[in-house]
């Protein structure tokens, strides 16, 4: 026995619980820097070898240059396994209790940079303003296919994180013929508060959180990034718009800029705090088709979208998947410490 | 682009998807086997070393031996750094949007056999009846504390599978001042089929299960393991109670013996299909205190506890985290054929 203190947080969206260490921390365990694999000679993603992908479908390219050549800054191509393809019809059926449909869908990955060792931590301004409005496009683009209900942007950094085979930074996009659990989870939160109270969640706790500062890492005029109250994972970030907004197809060029700049000041402090920890980065983003009767009506006002980084430097056991309980080492507070307190590297920019 | 079938399939208790590899399957990535670490001299769990642990709070013993000395067969000890306690006051506080509450509750440690390199797949039925039996115990006596909401009991098994520490084979037991989301989804999902139908899920998909047949991997008088159909992980297990049962804890003496048999055989399989794999098992259990009044009223007629276990031989990456969907390379109905078509090799008990 020892006289560690935790405290049970709940978090207002989902309702879920987090056993947080407030007095006393645990050790983390160790983990690899992600580090550069330096093998470009293998990396179908490196600029030069467009032959090695499929043609892609959107980029963004130096004034003259052909589509699948070299001199793209950023490239979106078909995923070569795609999980879900759009080619397949739905086909909803019941066997019994069970309800199935057939995996329609898309399925394409964003190389984020030419460069073999890049990353939002050292990428120019100009080049995460490329990635973030490669995600807008690809989310307007898919929702234009009514049968495909969400799109999901998830990035995976690191074998931890779950990026297996290609080190070289690349987001993936997946739309699907339903909404994620996840998302009606947080649809459902969302929509309780706003019945309360007639106020988005997510702006009442920026306002909360803006007003206490304990647990605000970084801030522009536009953008907020906080530690949430009750954290899953240590150092989990959650970047939100400061201004209202259910989709983040609604993002102006303007506010690209300013998302990209708290992007890269974000992960340059976990990259310096935590020694190029492996991580996922996921937008949370509204639903593609609202029911407009019923109780998802108020969705553009009710729900926020959002970008949650976690880096991936624990891992989780058989209580968090059997309970949806999280045990987090770290108080948000110390966290938001540990990441203020670093001094910024963002003009040794590489990319 | 390969031609890869796959399926969206929904859990019908919690409403979640997976995407499922009807035809064709991914290669798994690699892991390691468990195995044991042979460091018998620094295990604070082998028999002998009882000084080095807390003093027991209950044990299966032989006859004529005292506590805290050699000579038991379970032993179940207080966590040395336990995640919540029972000495503190709950003191529920809100802090404008958020609620806490102090970390209340328990956190023990099962010792599941004297010996360091023994599992379930070679341990003796006797053996683990007494595992089984302790779960009983510690879930009977932990609930006459009417703060503690829920029970959960779970193993995790190989560093994958977040043991990190101690490799002797172990469970956890933790109890808490409040109900985890993951049961509260489960209990929203069999409530809502039980006011449709009348009648509890879990019965439902049993009966299904054992007339379609092809998700079953072994059977017994009293209970059933299946693969679900909407499987998370490749050879996901779930084992039931064939007759009604929504606590743990009503569980009689002749039905241990019947659900530790199936156990025996079921991480017999498992061991021999994925080479001794890493992984967690979790009993899902009614909460303690239902409401009366309210929502959960018919939870004895809607809910069914069961053990879920999960190799963990996969990785969860962002996608997961972030949409609650899932993508299993392995149908269940070909994992079945796997796990049923090994010779069991449960007579060479060691333990």
């Known amino acids: 026995m020892n006289a560690d203190i935790t405290e049970l947080r709940k978090d207002p969206i989902t309702g879920r619980w987090a056993i947080i260490y407030v007095d006393g921390q645990r050790e ?19 600029e030069g070898h467009e032959d090695r992908t499929s043609p892609e479908i959107f980029a ?17 191509i078909p995923h070569i396994r795609p999980w879900l393809s759009v080619r397949a019809n739905l086909d909803r059926k019941g066997l019994g209790l069970f309800d199935m ?3 329609i869908g898309a399925h394409e990955v964003i190389i984020e940079t030419p460069h073999h060792d890049c990353d939002y931590h050292n990428s120019s301004l100009e080049q995460v303003v490329r990635i973030l409005s490669t995600y807008r496009n690809r989310i307007v683009d898919l929702k234009k296919d ?35 659990i996840r998302t009606i989870q947080e649809l459902h939160g969302t929509l309780k508060y706003f019945k309360m109270k007639d106020r988005c969640i997510f702006c009442d706790i920026i306002r909360q ?25 240590p150092y989990e970030c959650l970047i939100l718009p400061k201004r209202h907004r259910a989709q983040f197809s609604q993002i102006e060029d303007a506010e690209l800029k300013g998302l990209a700049q708290l992007f890269k000041r974000i992960f340059n402090r976990l990259h310096q705090v935590l020694n190029d920890p492996p991580y996922n980065c996921v937008l949370h983003d509204a639903p593609n088709t609202v029911p407009q009767k019923g109780a998802w009506q108020t969705i553009d006002q009710d729900y926020h979208w ?31 410490q540990d990441l203020r307190s670093i001094s910024l590297k963002i003009d040794e920019t590489k990319c």
């Open 60 to 76: 963004y390219r130096k004034e003259g240059t052909y589509p699948n050549t070299p001199g793209w800054f950023v490239r979106c």
């Open 101 to 103: 449909m057939h995996s």
């Open 209 to 233: 959180e803006l007003k206490d500062g304990v647990r605000v890492v970084d801030e522009n005029e536009t953008f907020l990034c906080l530690i949430p109250y009750a954290s899953r994972f």
């Open 146 to 180: 009514q049968r495909l209900k969400y799109v999901l942007i998830f990035k995976n950094r690191g074998k931890p994180a779950g990026s297996l085979h290609v080190s070289h930074a690349h987001s993936q996009v997946i739309a699907t013929p339903v909404v994620p």
């Open 28 to 46: 983390l365990p160790k983990w690899e820097p992600v580090g550069a694999d330096g093998d470009t000679e293998n990396c179908p993603f490196c």
């Open 306 to 336: 959002h970008f949650e980084i976690i880096p991936r430097i624990m891992r989780t056991a058989g209580f968090e998947w059997g309970s949806g309980f999280h045990i987090n080492p770290i108080a948000p507070e110390k966290a938001v």
